[in-house]
């Protein structure tokens, strides 16, 4: 095999983890990549939910000064309350995201066109894959909302009052919204990163930063135009919690009482509330999940 041969063989087996590569590979690049992105860029998050949850305006539009008052109002831990839960079901959530992911890509794009453009195909797997760990993710990213609003209880008790109180499905009130949410922001995601990926890396050589580049495109915008239905979910998520005080918003159990609850206190710019914190989260957290993603599946490729 010639040099050229040799080089076409690498880039295709890095475009996407090999047909006979372990699936253990493909859930531990996966799992890797979530914990990393949901962990790192928490406190962010944290403040987004608080920001979308409360029915007072923030006080500041300083995002570095309302971080600053949260820790020293409440202590340097407050805004990682919740972190636990993220970490125990991004692992495998995320694992079952890009294993579905790469298992759909593999079946939908054929090996000769792996080197060019396919932007449906690519979005068709992502909606797949988001499908699939939002089924696994969504009970705790529930638990881990309620932990946000200032409570010092543990993963275990926060899951055993939601159950006790309002019942299994609470866990999936905002499953069919976080779904409406996750499928555009997941296709949207593949996609951008994937166009970005085949502009920037045309040769498709791994590269951490266009993986950072390309991520933090994709992660941004996919951000800003999903914030709507982010802000319904929230809403959803955390409309048993002690914290929440206007019973229009703990009455709001479907997608449609939701919309409207937020409508009513806080007029059509309620649904665009948190999109700051939203997209300077997103950003580098999508960047990071993208590079460690391509870093574990580049090193697992080389072992």
């Not at 095999?1 to 372990?22: G, K, R, V």
């Not at 987004?48 to 820790?71: A, D, E, G, M």
């Not at 948190?274 to 072992?303: D, Q």
Request: proline letters at 5%; a neutral charge; charged letters at 15%.
């Amino acid at each position: 095999m010639n040099t050229s041969e040799i080089q076409i063989a690498e880039e295709i087996d890095y475009e996407a983890l090999p047909s006979n590569a372990p699936l253990t590979h493909q859930l531990l690049a996966g799992a890797f990549a979530g914990i990393m992105e949901h962990s790192v860029m928490f406190p962010i998050d944290a403040l987004k939910t608080r920001i979308q949850s409360t029915s007072l305006k923030p006080t500041s539009s300083n995002i570095l000064s309302q971080l600053s008052k949260i820790s020293s109002a409440e202590g340097s831990l407050a805004l990682w309350k919740g972190v636990q839960s993220v970490i125990l079901g991004a692992g495998p959530a995320h694992a079952v995201y890009f294993a579905t992911y790469e298992y759909a890509k593999s079946h939908l794009i054929d090996e000769k066109d792996i080197q060019t453009h396919q932007p449906l195909k690519t979005a068709l797997s992502g909606t797949c894959a988001t499908i699939a760990a939002d089924a696994l993710m969504n009970p705790f990213d529930t638990i881990k909302q309620r932990m946000q609003l200032n409570t010092n209880s543990t993963v275990w008790n926060v899951s055993k009052q939601i159950y006790k109180n309002e019942g299994f499905s609470a866990f999936y009130y905002s499953y069919p919204t976080t779904l409406a949410m996750n499928i555009p922001f997941a296709a949207f995601n593949f996609m951008i990163y994937e166009s970005a990926s085949k502009f920037f890396n045309p040769v498709n050589t791994y590269n951490p930063l266009i993986h950072c580049l390309c991520g933090g495109l994709s992660g941004a915008t996919c951000a800003a135009i999903t914030t709507p239905l982010d802000c319904v979910k929230t809403v959803l998520q955390v409309r048993g919690s002690e914290t929440v005080s206007l019973d229009v918003m703990k009455q709001a159990d479907t997608f449609k009482k939701a919309a409207s609850a937020i409508l009513e206190v806080h007029g059509w710019k309620g649904f665009w509330r948190g999109l700051k914190p939203r997209v300077i989260a997103n950003m580098p957290a999508t960047a990071i999940s993208w590079t460690a993603y391509e870093c574990a599946k580049h090193f697992l490729i080389s072992v």
